[in-house]
């Protein structure tokens, strides 16, 4: 029975020609500077999303680390989202590792954080107070996209300040096909509002492993510190950076298959009484239970597990379509989570 992993869409597997492609790759010692395809890479990226320069980094939590503590000194904070994965999800990485404290604030329904709590919460300089340094969105948010006018106006209030401006752009090419037609064209006018950009190869763009950060030159060489401090600098790392410049060919343009996927994933899944999912803007469905449907919830996640149906429900059931689904294992997730709610 082949399983059909909703989990995340960190689960791809590489591709065929992803795998040819990181066999042909020229190598070298990155930390030497040496890997071309490495170099290749951070070029290209930086290219794309309108920075000087970029930075090729492990994981999407490093390279948040990375900006923040190249943003920010000891004793300063950053303006976040209580649900941002730069705050919630990363171990307290900044406040632990570079001493900075996050001033997190609460989302809206739409996902943003409200112009006047943002405003609100940037202290004066005075001797009683962090001094604000950083704002920090993500775009997608749990699969949201910020409206773009919304976006705008956060990273110019941030500007006016004073404050530099990064975004956690791990699912941006996500954000970008959820905005527009041309996904690169879109995904630049998301990151030109912003200093430093974190983009994750390893999520909806199916690549084993790896994130960028982009910014400007100089921002990018204190970043580059950071990273050899997180023990984040590696070897023959163009093996993976050619996933990446794979991924960044030839996964942008299908981004709307799995939007799609998920669409059909809500719908079916809103067609079972007790059962409410909302319509989602790109590839992660949330859904929550009520009445009997929310009575029974406890026992779905391990029923669905023994039917090959992989998902997950820390704060409500959630539901990823990426590479490695298709309309045929998102039609029997839904006929499985019907099935286990028609149970007498
Ligand atoms: C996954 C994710 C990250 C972290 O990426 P890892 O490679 O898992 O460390 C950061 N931000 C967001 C929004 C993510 O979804």
Not at 49 to 64: D, H, I, K, M, Y
Not at 130 to 155: C, I, K, S
Not at 219 to 233: L, Q
Request: a negative charge; aromatic letters at 6%; hydrophobic letters at 50%.
């Amino acid at each position: 029975m082949a399983v059909v992993d909703l989990r995340s869409d960190t689960v791809t597997r590489p591709t065929e020609a992803m795998r040819a492609a990181m066999l042909a790759a020229p190598l070298g010692d990155d930390v030497f500077g040496d890997d071309p395809t490495v170099q290749a890479l951070q070029e290209r990226i930086a290219g794309l999303l309108g920075f000087e320069a970029a930075l090729f980094v492990p994981s999407g939590t490093q390279s948040n680390l990375c900006a923040i503590l190249a943003h920010c000194g000891r004793g300063d904070e950053y303006i976040v989202g209580q649900m941002q994965h730069a705050y919630r999800w990363e171990a307290g990485g900044a406040a632990v590792l570079g001493s900075v404290q996050p001033q997190p604030i609460a989302h809206a329904a739409d996902g943003t954080l409200p112009l006047a709590e943002i405003e609100a919460a940037i202290k004066p300089d005075d001797a009683h107070f962090a001094r604000t340094r950083l704002l920090a969105l993500e775009n997608t948010l749990g699969g949201q996209l910020l409206p773009f006018d919304y976006v705008q106006a956060a990273t110019k209030l941030a500007a006016d300040k004073g404050l530099a401006r990064h975004l956690d752009g791990a699912r941006l090419f996500n954000a970008a096909t959820a905005q527009g037609a041309d996904a690169y064209a879109e995904a630049r006018r998301i990151a030109q509002c912003f200093d430093s950009v974190s983009v994750c190869f390893s999520k909806g763009l199916g690549a084993p492993v790896g994130s960028a950060l982009c910014g400007s030159r100089e921002f990018i060489a204190r970043a580059h510190r950071v990273r050899k401090m997180a023990g984040g600098g590696m070897r023959q790392a163009g093996l993976l950076a050619a996933a990446a410049l794979h991924a960044l060919d030839h996964h942008v343009a299908r981004l709307a298959d799995d939007h799609a996927l998920a669409r059909r994933l809500a719908e079916g899944l809103s067609g079972i009484a007790g059962v409410h999912a909302q319509a989602p803007h790109s590839n992660i469905v949330f859904a929550t239970l009520s009445g009997a449907a929310r009575e029974r919830g406890a026992g779905l996640l391990p029923w669905l597990a023994e039917r090959g149906i992989l998902a997950t429900g820390l704060y409500q059931l959630r539901f990823v379509t990426h590479l490695d689904v298709d309309a045929a294992g998102v039609d029997r997730a839904v006929a499985a989570v019907r099935d286990y709610f028609a149970q007498a």
